[in-house]
């Protein structure tokens, strides 16, 4: 059974840094794609990034490039969301996520993950 648990939300102020972290277990880890979601409050969930099963590609979201750096550690069964520069607008709970195929390509849609976790909020205060 996957499970996929997410941590390290919290409140920070604009401009500060926090680190999500997602332990994965009931799957073989190191064969899929895994990827970080977020959804504010009323709007619909959106891409954050993506990293491919072996570390070694990622692709970002525009909103959260160069700000965002996602990775992974195929030993540790866990992928980070390592969030600097904060912004009010990247308030929203997030919600790590497994590609729904071992070796897949990168995708950035909801629909292409199978399994999510429960979600942690973060949220950037002004």
């Known amino acids: 059974q996957v499970q996929l648990v997410e941590s390290g939300g919290g409140l920070v102020q604009a401009g500060g840094s926090l680190r999500l972290s997602c332990a994965a277990s009931g799957y073989t880890f190191s064969t899929y794609n895994m990827g970080w979601f977020r959804q504010g409050p009323g709007k619909e969930r959106e891409f954050v990034a993506t990293?491919?099963?072996?570390?070694?590609?990622?692709y970002y979201a525009d909103s959260v490039k160069g700000r965002f750096r996602i990775s992974r550690d195929n030993t540790k069964n866990t992928v980070w969301l390592q969030m600097d520069s904060l912004k009010p607008e990247d308030t929203a709970v997030y919600y790590c996520?497994?590609?729904?195929?071992?070796?897949?390509?990168?995708?950035?849609?909801?629909?292409?993950?199978?399994?999510w976790g429960q979600g942690t909020q973060v949220t950037v205060s002004s």
């Open positions: 996520a497994a590609r729904n195929r071992p070796f897949g390509t990168l995708a950035a849609e909801p629909v292409d993950f199978g399994s």
């Open positions: 990293v491919a099963w072996s570390g070694g590609r990622t």
